[in-house]
């Protein structure tokens, strides 16, 4: 019964910053993993950050790496993703995804392995 809820995404110049929120409503306790994923029209969903539950371990890709940086709150019940020095490359759909299970240090970059997913929040970066 887990929900995730995304905001904040909108439009903003080349160079500016938008932070993403994702509320996590229901039970929580299996979630292990959470990340963001983006989609451009006409291309693959792929990962942007994910972050461990109880350790706080962060991944990104590597075209924003030094630009966004991935949290969650202290209860756990919110993920976050601060994107700095927006590019029109990052214009995309974002969407918030958990995933029950976790091998090894990172969470997983395979969208498949993902079991709940928020509705979306649309980022729009124009130059």
């Known amino acids: 019964q887990v929900q995730l809820a995304e905001s904040g995404g909108g439009s903003v110049e080349a160079g500016g910053s938008l932070r993403l929120s994702c509320v996590v409503s229901?039970?929580?306790?299996?979630?292990?993993?959470m990340a963001w994923f983006r989609q451009a029209p006409g291309k693959e969903r792929e990962v942007v950050a994910t972050?461990?539950?109880?350790?706080?371990?962060?991944s990104y890709i590597g075209s924003v790496k030094g630009r966004f940086t991935i949290s969650r709150d202290n209860a756990k019940t919110t993920l976050y993703l601060q994107m700095n020095s927006l590019k029109p490359e990052d214009t995309a759909m974002y969407y918030c995804?958990?995933?029950?299970?976790?091998?090894?240090?990172?969470?997983?970059?395979?969208?498949?392995?993902?079991?709940?997913w928020g509705q979306g929040t649309q980022v729009t970066v124009s130059s």
């Open positions: 995804a958990a995933d029950t299970s976790l091998s090894g240090t990172y969470c997983s970059a395979f969208l498949s392995r993902y079991q709940y």
């Open positions: 229901g039970d929580s306790y299996p979630i292990a993993c």
């Open positions: 972050i461990t539950t109880r350790g706080g371990a962060m």
